[in-house]
């Protein structure tokens, strides 16, 4: 939608394009389901939704909800004074209610029963779900629906299970998917949830052990940690979750009689030290295996679980599994991407005087390998090559690129005697040829000590942020010289030599643009940070200052992986 505009419905106002997570979600739910924005404009709605109001999604999304559906029961206009759904939104608080009417196309209203409630998706605060159903005489006849917990109304389970579906889905760390699963179900569902979950050594470790008190969630670490095996000749609750048999209601009486396995014994112990009369317990699959076990309890609350309560509890569990084999699945490609970098990557030289250090962060959300890198290594004509560069891409592409770029750079370097730019020259023209690297950006240098105890930097600059050149005084700044076109772009300009002398104590810093480019700003934003954090470093040894620089300077919403060079000469 390019702007407003106004039609026999009401005004139309343009919206951000809801994801298709968000989508989904919404769809995963039994009743009409739609979110609004912190306007009360529709932004996402699902295909229940637009039978039951007679609408397309395009006929619904962007307009205000209110003036577009609420009506009173003869078709009027309801004022939003009179509007219970409406004054809900505006206090943003949870509410529910019936006897409510919702505007049909052809000018005839339906009843519906409803809740409202603030509804967090991606972290994104401002929005909240409606979920509606016809009222009994309005009803479609369909399967009947499975039988209400008894503490949620069915509109409260049905959103429950979409913020469910948003909340576990939309994060692939383990740890951060166990405690959105803990605030989810404590204190709505339970007074204690634990979780049980099978290593990728076939081993059962009792993950979380948390507990409600008051509006917070406490863990009881000295309840988690490794558990005994699982029997398969075990029929006790837990042990037939943990196999993926069954889901049970259970209590403490069960786990008093004779233990048949080690399992038995920890959970008579949790019983006792909960003090837990009932409890729902329910395997955690995903679609290849069983991966844990999720136990609900109830202690504070007298009301015990029934076996009308296991069809929600298993609905959640099958959520959590799914969220947590695929944060299994990213951390494995993490864990093997990572190997494959640290091999692709160098180990620095030693020289004698010189201090050097390197760091290599990967792409938050990239799969830990990228076109970052950095390189050091002696010459035939015994200086010392420094290097660092960024070929495009944060992918197993982008890395097979970069080595090979490295790979031809030393190659030319230590069989050539001659300037960078010459050195870097024959690279570009190489690359075109024999790489399927498109772009890149680099920057080579030569170091070599001098007899009156300063050092000589030589470099030439393609496309890449210019150094840092810091020194022990802690006057900072950037050697721009030397500045050519990047690589790849077909053009053969003579490449430029620069050169500076390092005074004694002097601190160089390489790095790539991922330390320094932040989104919305100008690069110079992030450049004068780098100036001034590692000015401020620069009497801290050069590992620390390394270290410091990372964490100072690269920006909380960096997409990119960074690489980091730097060396210091002897005072």
Partial sequence: MEGPQDTETGRRDAVAPASAELSQALDALGAGAYVVDERGCIIAVNARAEVMLGRSTDELVGYDAHELLHRGSHGQTLPHSQCAMRQAFHEGRSAQGAGEYFALPDGSVRPIA????????????????????????????????????????????????????????????????????????????????????????????????????????????????????????????????????????????????APDSGIAVEQRHLFDRTGMHSAAIAPIRSTREVLGALTLGRAENPVPYTSADLPLVEDIARRAGLALDNARLYQRQRKVAETMQNHLLPQLPRVPGLEMTARYLPAPDASQVGGDWYDAFPLSDGTTALAIGDVAGHDLEAASGMAQVRNMLRAYAWSQNEPPSRIVSWLDEAMEHITDVRMATMIFARIEALDDGTWRLSWTNAGHPPPLLIGRDGVARFLEDGHGVALGTGLRARRPDAEAVLEPGSTLVLYTDGLVEEHGKIIDVGLERLRRHAAASVHRPLTVLADQVLRRVRPDDNDDDVALLALRTPV
């Fill in 114 to 257: 409803w809740l409202i409630t603030p509804y967090a998706f991606d972290d994104e605060g401002g929005r909240t779900l409606v979920i509606f159903h016809a009222e009994e005489s309005e009803q479609e006849p369909g399967p009947a629906p499975e039988a209400p917990t008894a503490t949620l109304t069915e509109l409260e389970r049905l959103a429950l299970l979409a913020e469910a579906t948003a909340q576990l889905t939309s994060t692939l760390d383990t740890e951060e998917t166990l405690r959105r699963l803990s605030r989810l179900v404590v204190p709505r569902l339970a007074d204690w949830v634990i979780v049980d979950l099978i290593t990728e050594r076939d081993e059962v470790w009792r993950e979380v052990v948390a507990h409600a008190e008051g509006a917070t969630i406490k863990r009881h670490e000295d309840l988690e940690g490794p558990m005994p095996p699982v029997l398969e000749e075990s029929q006790w609750p837990l042990s037939r979750a943990l196999r993926g048999v069954a889901s049970t209601v259970t209590g403490p009486e069960r786990y008093h009689r």
